[in-house]
């Protein structure tokens, strides 16, 4: 069975990181595409960024490039989200997605086919 378990969210402060964790099951990540989405309340999903089998990193959003890196664990089938210098406005649910595409990263940044459930992120004072 097929399945992404986020983990690792919480409340931060402005400035602050956060290192979120997707485990992965039931696939194997040297074919398969990898991403983040997250959503602000009251606004739609928005793509971050995905990690790809093949060519490494696409970035979605300008924003995130400089304080965002996404990596990945093969022993322990997981893939990482690096938050660092976080701002209020990163506040959202983050969730990891499979992409069935040869490894491929979707060109649109919310095309994938298996989604987890989610984590919370807040950043505030």
């Known amino acids: 069975q097929v399945q992404l378990v986020e983990s690792g969210g919480g409340l931060v402060q402005p400035g602050g990181s956060l290192r979120l964790s997707c485990a992965i099951s039931g696939f194997d990540l040297d074919y398969y595409a990898v991403g983040w989405v997250r959503q602000a309340p009251g606004k739609e999903r928005e793509g971050i960024l995905c990690?790809?089998?093949?060519?490494?990193?696409?970035?979605?959003?300008?924003?995130?490039?400089?304080?965002?890196?996404?990596?990945?664990?093969?022993?322990?089938?997981?893939?990482?989200?690096?938050?660092?210098?976080?701002?209020?406005?990163?506040?959202?649910?983050?969730y990891c997605a499979r992409r069935d595409n040869w490894g491929w990263c979707p060109e649109d940044s919310l095309r994938y086919d298996v989604w987890g459930r989610g984590t919370q992120v807040t950043v505030s004072s």
Not at 72 to 88: A, E, F, I
Request: no cysteine.
């Open 51 to 94: 990690l790809s089998s093949r060519d490494g990193t696409t970035f979605y959003r300008d924003s995130v490039k400089d304080r965002f890196t996404v990596s990945r664990d093969d022993d322990k089938n997981t893939v990482y989200l690096q938050m660092n210098s976080l701002k209020p406005e990163d506040t959202g649910i983050y």
